[in-house]
């Protein structure tokens, strides 16, 4: 019922910036939360930015200061703009909408992951 595309991710060198972007369409009556995930071989997933539908955001320290979330006009779309890469930023970056598909009812969606590569 939600599908969430991510796209932005790539290769770049230390210092430098990308912005994830990932579109939720399907059908549903709202999403209430999106987050960035990320995931490296041979660890667990985290959390490293949210944003809740009001507007209100928490990242890991790790990125505070140089990674910001946040929603497109549509509500549908979040993105990170991440600056100052560094090395261990390096991973597949996931997608998660959480989503009202009614009123009252609400079911995370994921997207497939994008890769982000920062080497020199």
């Known amino acids: 019922q939600v599908h969430l595309v991510e796209s932005g991710g790539g290769l770049v060198q230390p210092g430098e910036s990308l912005t994830l972007s990932c579109a939720a369409s399907?059908?549903?009556?709202?999403?209430?939360?999106m987050r960035w995930y990320r995931q490296t071989p041979g660890h667990k997933r985290e959390l490293v930015a949210s944003?809740?539908?009001?507007?209100?955001?928490n990242y890991i320290d790790g990125v505070r200061g140089r990674f910001t979330i946040f929603r497109g006009n549509d509500r549908n779309t979040v993105y990170l703009q991440m600056n100052n890469l560094k090395p261990e930023d390096t991973a597949v970056y996931i997608c998660?909408?959480?989503?009202?598909?009614?009123?009252?009812?609400?079911?995370?969606?994921w997207g497939q992951g994008i890769r982000v590569t920062v080497s020199s």
């Open positions: 399907g059908t549903f009556f709202r999403i209430t939360d």
């Open positions: 998660n909408a959480v989503t009202s598909l009614t009123f009252y009812n609400q079911e995370d969606f």
């Open positions: 944003i809740n539908k009001e507007g209100n955001t």
